[in-house]
Structure formats: structure tokens, C-alpha cells
């Protein structure tokens, strides 16, 4: 509960506002029943006679009350009553509002920490896990968190001040009466502690499985297109099923320990209570109390041992809070991406330098890239190719810092990417990906995504420049056209010239295309390379195409080809043609598959 107090700190005035407010209201809320102990006692035992219990117990008769003094002393007593009552309504009133905020503050403040921490998190820890896992683990700390502390204010907290409140009353009456409502709370609570550790293992499993679950399911309905495309939905309809029903079992085992905790808590409560009504009667039989005060403490004893019967629900919350906040931390402690301490300032990009650098995969035998160098300047356009398994896509996570060198390094103008910020770095980038990411909404709305304060002028000449002209004219609303989450209204070509739009929205210095033309038909492709092909052109970036097509690169200033990680070739596409090598062996085989299909 360490974190849960960290997270605290910042409103502990409010929260101390909150507690004060909620003894007060506790405080007056008790003051009914004593208050309502002294009408019994002066206006229904005794109506008609005024007087004084001596140290014997016997009521000694001073006066006669007349009927006037009679509704006058009761319509006094009712209004200290409704007063009593009005202060405990004001108060509860403000302790609810105080305590929501600090609820509130608290809940977004730990969700958007969660949120930006998993944002700074190195790429590969998102590699190794389903997106849906750290939603489920930020929503549902946030749930539990605010569950518990909503209950230990306006119940746990209250009891407490009710206990001191009732045995500060009853020891001023007996001294036996105190014992036996705090040996009565401490059995209880000793009680309830044990029996509620069976229920945190449980709940402990349930929060595992429920944040599985979460990654499961939004990986699925992220696929459904091929869920659905190959009739699988009954498939994976059951493989989800499996771990709901798996849950359902812990949830129908925790409710099982959870209604024997309350019966066992319900019968232990009736007995205590019992239990002080058998010696609140001794006492009024030996004249020590009156019955008045004896109303009184019966009334405390619903007061006090009525929320108490609550503690399991609490210590339940308490359980569910612990397992969740254990989750959060795990993730908090995960280390974010190394940023230097004092970064050098880049500028802008004019030029680009990899000296030997290598990188293997966490799970790999041999690495993924090996000791690769080359040199790029602005204005130039250089590409990779090279088979499959060449290591093309983890140089491209290179490029852009989702993963970092383990041996060699990558300058940028110089500087090496451990001496600048990174964020500086990506905001001069504009990549294009094979699979094309979109989201759902309009199409001014996925390319201001990139450059929010970017004008229709400017998104009119980005989409023009990305041959998107089609695109708009067939667009019913421009713009303002909603293309659906991940672009599912558009053709493949179509999604593919949004992306390129969106990076030249940035105006990058640096532009990435990542295999953009592999995913599409020759003929969109041909127009996708054109439209690549007229960007390089300008001259106004450097431009890396990765490609596995070579059609896509034969205009790039040099081309390198990866084998197995390594640099095997380097030149333009006519040197690497008349070399007769690995890219030769590539080109020829493409040219024949073209052929072959133009054939078809």
C-alpha cells in the first residue's frame, strides 16, 4: 500500500478534509441515540414529575411538570434532534463531494502516469505483449483503488470514530461496557483478517487472468477481419470462452469464501450483540444505568457492529486494490527508454551514419544485423533490399530508435544517438509502413494526427503530392470523409497514398518508406512507386526505402543488399545488375514472375 499513499500525498489536505468531515458526521450521527437516551429517560418514564437518579438508582421526585413544560421540553429535545441530524446531514453531504475529488484526482492521476510510463517503454516490451494487458492493468488499478478508498472513508473510517465515540460514552456509564464492545471489535477483526487471506490468493489469480483476457480479446476483434474472413468466429469464440468460464470458476470460488466470511461475521456479530444487551441488563437490574442509557447503547451497538459486517466487503476491496497495485508497480518499474542527461541539440537532419552497428533479438541464436555501415545525405535516396530474414525490418527499428545498437553506432549529423533526445530525432520523420496504420475517423483526422495545427492548404497539397486526388473526388464529404478504424473503406492502394500523405505532412528530413508497395497489385504498385519515385526527386530529405520489390528502388542514388544481416552488395541498380550477384539472382527472378503472370 506503499504506492496507494504516494499517489495520495499530493491531496492529503483533502483527504484530511474528508476523514474530519466524516468524524463529524459520525460524531453527531451517534449524538442521536444519546441525545434521544435523555428523552426517554425525562419525557417517557417520567412525563408528569421532574427529578434526579441518586447514587442508588431511584428516581427522587423535586417537582410536577405541567403539560405546557411537557411539550415544551419534548419540542426542545426534537429540535436538538434535527439539529443533530442536519449537522450530520451537511457534513456527509461535503465529506461525499471532498472525497469524490480526491477519488477522482486520484484515479486519472494514477491512470495517466500508467499511461505515459507505458508510452516511454522500450518497443520490444510491446513486442513481447498484447496491447489490451496494460489497459486492463491501468483500468482496473484504477478501479480497485478508488473502490477501497471510498470504503475506508465513508465506512472503515467511520466505524473507527463510532468505536472511540460509543467507549469513550459507555466507560463514563460502567467500566464493563467499554470491554465488550472493543474485545468484541478486535475478535472480529482478527476473525475476518484470517479468513479473507484465502480470498486474496484467489483474487490475486482472477486479476492475472482477467488482464490475459483483455490482451486476448482486443488481439482478436484487432484480426477480426480474418477471424471472420475464414469462419473462425466459432473458433475463437471458445478459445476466449475458455478463460471467461476459467474466471467465472475463481469468481464462484471467491463468492463462496466471501458468503461463508459474511456468515460466519453475521453470526459472530449477533452474538456480541447479544452479548451487551445481557450485560446492559445486569446493569439496569443493579440500578447502574438507566434505561435511557440503556436505549442508547443498544442504538450504538446497530451503529458500530452494522458497518463492521462490512469490513469483509472492505477487506475484500482491500485484497482486490493490493493484487492490482502489485500489477501497477511491476509496470512502473519497468525501465522506460535511456534518454541522455544532458542531450546535445540536433537540429535538423542533414545527415545520417551507421558505423558497424549490430543488434540480435532477445530470443535469436545469431543477430539480426551485423556490423552494418553505410552513410546517407540530404537529398539522397538510399534503399536495402534483400531476402527474406536479410534483417531489412530491424534495420528500419533502427532507423527510428525502437531498438537501440548493441554494438556500433548511429550518427545523426555527427552526433551519436545516445547524445540527443529522441523525440527531436522522430519529429523529423516520416515513415510509411507495409501495413498501414490508420485510425478510425476522417481523413483530415488521421493526417492531422501527425501535425495537428497543419491548415486544408497544406492537407490538400500533401494529398496531391501523394497522387490522392482520386481519393478525394470520390470522397462524398472531402476531408470531412470518415474512412473507418484502420482505414477499412479503403482499397490497399488507397490507404497506402493517405500514409504517404501523412508523412509529408511533417515535412520530414528524414522519410522512411518500410516495404509500401509489397502488399499491393502490380498496378498500384507502379503508381505507388511513381509517387515515391517523384518525392526523391525534390531532393528535399533523405529518403531510405526498404523494400523487397526491387521495381520500388532502381531510381535510389545506392542500393545495398542484406544477406543474413550483412551488407553482400552496394551500387546503383544498373552496377548491381551487371555484377551478376545476389541482387542480379533477385531481379531475374522477379522479372520472371512478371512475366509469367502477364502471360496468365
Known amino acids: 500500500m506503499k504506492l496507494l499513499l504516494q499517489y495520495l500525498k499530493p491531496y492529503k489536505w483533502l483527504v484530511a478534509l474528508s476523514l474530519l468531515l466524516a468524524a463529524i458526521n459520525q460524531c453527531f450521527s451517534l449524538l442521536d441515540p444519546f441525545f434521544a437516551g435523555i428523552l426517554f429517560d425525562k419525557f417517557i418514564t417520567h412525563p408528569r414529575e421532574v427529578g434526579f437518579v441518586n447514587e442508588q438508582g431511584t428516581f427522587i421526585v423535586t417537582g410536577i411538570r405541567t403539560k405546557t413544560e411537557f411539550l415544551w421540553g419534548i419540542l426542545g429535545m426534537l429540535g436538538i434532534l434535527i439539529g443533530v441530524a442536519m449537522v450530520s446531514r451537511i457534513a456527509k453531504a461535503f465529506q461525499d463531494y471532498f472525497s469524490s475529488v480526491v477519488i477522482q484526482k486520484f484515479g486519472a492521476k494514477m491512470f495517466t502516469d500508467g499511461l505515459a510510463h507505458s508510452m516511454k517503454l522500450p518497443y520490444q516490451e510491446f513486442e513481447d505483449q498484447r496491447s489490451g494487458e496494460t489497459l486492463s492493468i491501468l483500468s482496473k488499478v484504477r478501479s480497485d483503488c478508488e473502490k477501497f478508498i471510498s470504503a475506508f472513508i465513508n465506512i472503515l473510517f467511520g466505524v473507527f470514530v463510532g468505536l472511540v465515540f460509543v467507549i469513550v460514552f459507555a466507560f463514563r456509564i460502567h467500566w464493563s461496557v467499554p470491554l465488550v464492545y472493543i474485545g468484541g471489535a478486535v475478535i472480529l477483526s482478527v476473525l475476518i483478517s484470517v479468513l479473507s487471506k484465502k480470498i486474496k490468493v484467489v483474487q490475486k489469480t482472477i486479476v492475472k487472468e482477467t488482464t490475459m483476457l483483455a490482451g486476448t480479446t482486443t488481439e482478436s476483434l484487432r484480426n477480426i477481419e480474418l477471424v471472420k474472413s475464414l469462419g473462425l468466429t466459432g473458433q475463437e469464440v471458445s478459445r476466449l470462452n475458455k478463460n471467461t468460464f476459467k474466471i467465472l470458476g475463481l469468481e464462484i470460488t471467491k463468492v463462496k469464501k466471501l458468503r461463508s466470511l459474511s456468515f460466519i461475521q453475521g453470526t459472530f456479530v449477533n452474538l456480541l450483540r447479544q452479548a451487551i444487551v445481557f450485560v446492559l441488563l445486569l446493569l439496569i437490574y443493579d440500578t447502574l444505568i438507566t434505561p435511557g442509557e440503556y436505549i442508547s447503547l443498544l442504538f450504538y451497538s446497530f451503529f458500530i457492529f452494522g458497518p463492521i459486517q462490512e469490513i469483509g466487503n472492505i477487506i475484500l476491496s482491500y485484497r482486490e486494490a493490493e493484487a492490482s497495485l502489485n500489477n501497477f508497480d511491476a509496470l512502473m518499474k519497468k525501465s522506460p527508454e535511456l534518454e541522455p542527461a544532458n542531450p546535445k541539440s540536433l537540429g535538423s537532419i542533414k545527415t545520417l551514419s551507421f558505423n558497424k552497428v549490430s543488434f540480435k533479438h532477445k530470443t535469436a541464436s545469431q543477430k539480426a544485423i551485423d556490423e552494418i555501415s553505410f552513410n546517407a545525405n540530404i537529398g539522397e535516396t538510399i534503399a536495402f533490399v534483400g531476402p527474406s530474414g536479410s ?68 492537407l490538400t497539397d ?61 498496378l498500384t504498385e507502379e503508381e505507388i512507386t511513381n509517387t515515391i519515385r517523384d518525392i526523391s526527386a525534390g531532393k528535399e530529405q533523405i529518403t531510405i526505402l526498404i523494400a523487397h520489390r526491387l521495381s520500388t528502388i532502381m531510381h535510389a542514388d545506392r542500393i ?34 512478371r512475366k509469367k503472370l502477364a502471360t496468365v
Open 391 to 458: 534483417g531489412k525490418s530491424t534495420l528500419m527499428k533502427l532507423l527510428v530508435g525502437l531498438y537501440r545498437p548493441q554494438e556500433g553506432k548511429i550518427l545523426y549529423n555527427n552526433l551519436d544517438e545516445t547524445e540527443i533526445h529522441f523525440e527531436d530525432l522522430r519529429k523529423q520523420i516520416g515513415f510509411v509502413t507495409q501495413d498501414t496504420n490508420l485510425f478510425s475517423g476522417t481523413i483530415k483526422e488521421n493526417l492531422l494526427f501527425v501535425n495537428p495545427g497543419a491548415d486544408d492548404s497544406l
Open 462 to 522: 500533401v494529398l496531391k503530392k501523394a497522387s490522392c486526388t482520386n481519393l478525394l473526388a470520390r470522397a462524398e464529404k472531402g476531408l470531412d470523409t470518415m474512412i473507418g478504424e484502420g482505414g477499412l473503406k479503403l482499397s490497399g492502394g488507397e490507404k497506402q497514398r493517405l500514409s504517404i500523405a501523412r508523412a509529408l505532412l511533417r515535412q520530414p528530413h528524414l522519410l522512411l518508406f518500410d516495404e509500401a508497395t509489397s502488399a499491393l497489385d502490380s
Open 560 to 593: 545495398y543488399v542484406l544477406e543474413q544481416g550483412e551488407v553482400a552488395e552496394t551500387g546503383t541498380h544498373e552496377k548491381l545488375l551487371e555484377e551478376k550477384g545476389l541482387y542480379y539472382a533477385m531481379w531475374r527472378q522477379q522479372i520472371g514472375e
